[in-house]
């Protein structure tokens, strides 16, 4: 019997503007609605996780981009609930440059959307600010223990 642990992977897209961050508020998803956050998708059978990204951007948003768009800046290695015993393995990217104008392309997933300033992260997702916060401060890889 193995006693292997798997944890399963998702992309989190910083879509930055100069100073200015997109972000959605979740509805209708069971998970942090309410909550402000980043464009966002776990990693599909047989993808690699820039795939996901410019696939959950252009699902989500409506923008395309370039894998040469992409900038992977922090993973962040999540435990849910209280006893850890769920995972995930979260990569962090930055995309500056994009094709079309974002907007809501999921409005059964989101309710609004909007550009917030990036040195104004209390409004979002916590472990979304964090890894922000981390990557701007030149961390790569940290741990964090989610709530949820």
Known sequence: MSNRFSARVAVYI???DNDRLFVM???NTG????EWAMPAG??????TPPEAA???LQEETGVTAKPED????HTLYRQCGAS????????LFVCRRWTGAPVNAEPDKADACRWIDTSA???????HAIMLARARDGERFSVFRDRG
């Not at 998970?31 to 309410?34: C, E, L, M, S």
């Open 14 to 16: 910083a879509l930055i």
């Open 25 to 27: 508020r979740r509805a």
């Open 31 to 34: 998970y942090r609605d309410g």
């Open 42 to 47: 776990h990693v599909e059978s047989g993808e």
């Open 54 to 56: 410019l696939r959950e």
């Open 70 to 73: 992409l900038d992977c800046i």
């Open 84 to 91: 850890g015993a769920r995972a995930y393995v979260d990569y």
């Open 121 to 127: 992260l209390d409004d979002i997702v916590d472990f």
